[in-house]
């Protein structure tokens, strides 16, 4: 073996490598951005004399959470004061959200959307990355207006056991679907959505809402067998192929 059969075979080594070497930097590097939005959103609210427009709510909050369980000892005092506050005024908020915006047995029953949804009123599940929201908020009405019942996360109140009510959710839903960006393939609660669909046999439907390097895509989410839904496709064309 030369010199230069040697090179080759570590240059081979390192391609059937890379795809999991970047993976973990692209994991070290979300790590380190979500623990920047806490430290900067708290010193801001700290600053603002603890002023709760300036907490997380919705995804911002559970993936703050999440990360902080996945990191113990790594925030400071402060941090842990603005998630803690973060939690309390969103689980306020929800609580306070008028009836009218539940569904009718939920309604009737006193009950969360949730917890309803976990005992089979749900048809499907959506899962979405924070940065695609707006998308998510517009997809969630379309089912609703063809009377599909939808679950997102932000109907879970992101108490300590939010994540045990999440996949009971998903384990109760018809269809899991998600929407596929570079932002959700990013995100370490969605590939965990994704996984726990995928390990209870749901039906799964990529939604796809921008392009993502297809090596990057598990094989539930290739694009041949994704819905289109990026800014050159018909919203409503598109969504009458998903039921």
Not at 97 to 126: C, M, Y
Not at 149 to 165: A, K, N, R, S, Y
Not at 167 to 193: G, K, L, N, W, Y
């Amino acid at each position: 073996m030369d010199d230069e059969t040697a090179i080759d075979i570590s240059h081979e080594s390192l391609i059937r490598q890379w795809g999991r070497l970047r993976g973990w930097a692209e994991d070290e590097a979300m790590s380190r951005e979500v623990y920047r939005q806490i430290a900067e959103a708290a010193r801001i609210w700290a600053g603002k004399k603890r002023d709760e427009d300036y907490l997380f709510s919705g995804k911002r909050l559970m993936e703050a959470d999440a990360w902080s369980k996945n990191n113990p000892g790594v925030l400071n005092e402060t941090e842990n004061e603005f998630l803690v506050a973060s939690q309390n005024a969103y689980e306020k908020k929800i609580l306070e959200q008028p009836k009218k915006n539940l569904s009718d047995r939920v309604a009737a029953e006193g009950a969360t959307q949730a917890e309803a949804i976990e005992r089979g009123a749900a048809h499907v599940f959506l899962a979405y990355a924070r940065a695609d929201r707006a998308f998510a908020e517009r997809l969630r009405e379309a089912f609703r207006g063809a009377g599909e019942e939808t679950l997102v996360d932000w109907d879970i109140l992101p108490t300590e056991d939010f994540e045990d009510h999440v996949r009971a959710a998903i384990e109760a839903a018809d269809t899991f679907v998600f929407v596929t960006s570079p932002a959700s393939m990013d995100s370490t609660f969605c590939m965990q959505e994704l996984r726990h669909a995928t390990s209870q046999n749901k039906r799964i439907v990529s939604v796809l809402l921008r392009d993502v390097d297809e090596w990057r895509l598990p094989e539930q989410l290739k694009p041949e067998r994704a819905v289109r839904f990026t800014e050159r496709d018909d919203f409503s064309v598109a969504f009458s192929t998903l039921r």
